[in-house]
């Protein structure tokens, strides 16, 4: 495995500035030469002109958050990561690769959830080079392989999990975003880490229903809210009637037996979980009338 060596090279700039004095000599040299008709000179001037222009093809530029990785020969030898203008050996081919923080959004991917339902799902991942070795010699395209291993772990995740959780112990991708965006992003990072990409944030971005489910999966919702709404219902309407019953006891408002309290029970509920308002009847009698 190849590993990330710093060898930002010599300050370009002194040396841009000996090199161009080295040229006006040697242009100096060869019309003084030419003048004079002194061959050693002359042949001094032929010679000297190639060999500055030939040390000219080393200098590059840096730029901020940028980095240029060295090779001679095929040899990886450093990258150069101080911005500015450097010079390095003129016979180093330099290949640039961007540092700088970058993003995509992912396709939107048909799977199947942890349950088997089909479900549309896809991400935002943000990333950036922090090994320019690796990133360069490691994979191929390190930016197609950053694309096509963040949507496999995405389809992975994507099993790993229902799309909606049916009682508070089960996580799923639309309640515990939070959980499912962490699990991403360290999806994405083991696959990732051999390519020198750091991983620094995971989320995702759509998530529904495939269509040919959408409809009854939607049905299903509904369903489940009214019964949770139900459930609430009753269990304060219980409350009340117990309520009820007990204070009714102990201020002795009224004696009930048995059957007059079940009477009031299916009364109190009735009128506490009806959709609709109850409809009052008078009872102008007796309470046993």
Known sequence: MVREQERSGVAGVPVLVVLIAAAAASVYLLVTAIRAEDVP????AVVAIPVVAFLLAGLFVVNPNEGKVLQLF?????????????WANPFYSKRRVSLRVRNFESAHLKVNDAEGN?????????????????????????ENYVHVQSEAALRNLATSYAYDAHDDTQKSLRGHTAEVADHLRHEIQDRLAKA????????????????????????RQQAGAIIAARQRIVEGAVGMVEMALEMLSRKAIVSLDEERKAA??????????????AQPVLNTGTIYQ
């Open 264 to 277: 009031m029970v299916s009364n109190l509920l009735v009128v506490l979980c009806g959709e609709r308002g």
């Open 74 to 86: 095929g040899k990886y030898v450093g990258t150069a990561r101080v911005p500015g203008l450097r």
């Open 41 to 44: 000179r002359l042949v001094a």
């Open 118 to 142: 089909p479900i549309e799902i896809a991400a935002v991942v943000v990333w950036k080079v922090v090994d320019t070795a690796e990133a360069v010699f490691e994979v191929d395209d390190f």
């Open 196 to 219: 020198g990409v750091e991983v620094m944030e995971a989320r995702i971005s759509h998530l529904a229903y495939a269509p040919e489910i959408a409809a009854a999966m939607l049905q």
